[in-house]
């Protein structure tokens, strides 16, 4: 297919939808491309020349639909979108896989960068990295302040036992990835469930919290958060654990996997928590756990990407290397754990 017809998105098709879903919205010829960076969901910038949307849809060929559910994230977002959590205002919900092959939902497009790298965040200079990822903490106490029940959100998660379920499904998924000795990582995991801490009250949780999973304006406020996939109802400091874990310098040279922690002006991991502490009135007393379940979480799905490359199933750069990491995320998972 063209660039303006990508794999998974019929623009005829959809183009038809949205004339009778939504008469009027789209005015001129429809042109469409893949937006790169996803790691599951497909994404693609939809423009009629004059205004511009994204769909989001599953990856193609997927059987799972639990684990790529349009609905879910049409829903968080739907909910949240009247709040001061600035998320994309909502288009459509197409669950009929005739159109596109697979349940699809459209909102608008929103500008803003999503900063991956500490090298994308350098012209920006100290000064307005720093706010910028300030501004992520503040964000995020914003999200963690919804209530649930209010925006009807309910019953969108089992919030109660929530971290044993979440630690055991974790395990479950480093079971499946066994192929390999991985000194200390049945050690990580078994520590985390012996100090496995008092949850506050549940929350509207993000799951990938980051500073590459919001898009970020010219004056450096959010302007989006993204990628809602692993939403649920649960304890909101697993995502300020993930934010802590993104925030340490891997100090790994060539590395695939990036962070912006190095970056000038870059708050250090203290400075989030105390922010996030002194925005929400939340007890952080627990954080170290969170972050070292943040770096066992992230070496069990590093170690699975590594397990398909071995198996030949995984195309692109980078991940040959995947597999060395997995090793430094068990270390500073077990370190963090100590330090706590």
């Known amino acids: 297919m063209s660039a303006d017809h990508p794999p998974g998105l019929d623009l005829d098709r959809l183009r038809a939808l949205l004339d009778r879903e939504r008469p009027g919205l789209v005015t ?201 996939e692993m939403s649920t109802l649960g304890d909101p400091l697993t995502d300020l654990g993930l934010l802590v874990m993104y925030s340490r310098p891997l100090e790994l040279p060539d590395s695939p996997i990036s962070t912006t922690a190095t970056a000038a002006g870059h708050p250090s991991p203290a400075e989030l928590i105390e922010r996030y502490a002194a925005r929400s009135g939340r007890d952080v007393s627990a954080v170290s756990w969170y972050t070292a379940f943040a770096w066992f979480k992230l070496a069990v799905i590093l170690e699975g990407i590594h397990y398909r490359y071995t198996l030949g199933q995984t195309v692109g750069r980078g991940f040959d290397r995947i597999g060395d990491l997995v090793p430094v995320f068990i270390d500073h998972g077990l370190t963090t754990l100590q330090e706590g």
């Open 28 to 228: 001129g010829p429809l042109t469409g491309r893949l937006i790169e960076g996803g790691r599951s969901n497909l994404t693609y910038a939809l423009s009629d020349g004059t205004t511009r949307w994204v769909v989001r849809r599953p990856p193609l060929g997927h059987v799972l639909a639990t684990a790529h559910d349009m609905k879910r994230e049409h829903r968080v977002i739907s909910a949240l979108h009247p709040t001061r959590v600035p998320v994309p205002r909502p288009v459509l919900l197409c669950e009929d896989e005739e159109v596109l092959g697979a349940p699809f939902y459209v909102m608008e497009f929103v500008e803003g960068t999503p900063y991956r790298t500490a090298d994308q965040l350098a012209p920006l200079g100290a000064e307005r990295t720093r706010n910028a990822v300030l501004s992520l903490v503040d964000t995020l106490v914003e999200l963690h302040s919804v209530d649930p029940v209010e925006v009807g959100l309910a019953d969108f998660g089992r919030p109660e036992g929530f971290l044993d379920r979440q630690l055991r499904r974790w395990g479950k998924q480093l079971d499946a990835s066994r192929n390999r000795e991985l000194a200390g990582i049945d050690e990580l995991h078994a520590a985390l469930g012996r100090e496995l801490p008092h949850s506050p009250a549940p929350t509207v949780v993000h799951g990938d919290y980051r500073l590459d999973n919001v898009l970020i304006g010219d004056d450096d406020e959010i302007k989006a958060i993204l990628d809602w």
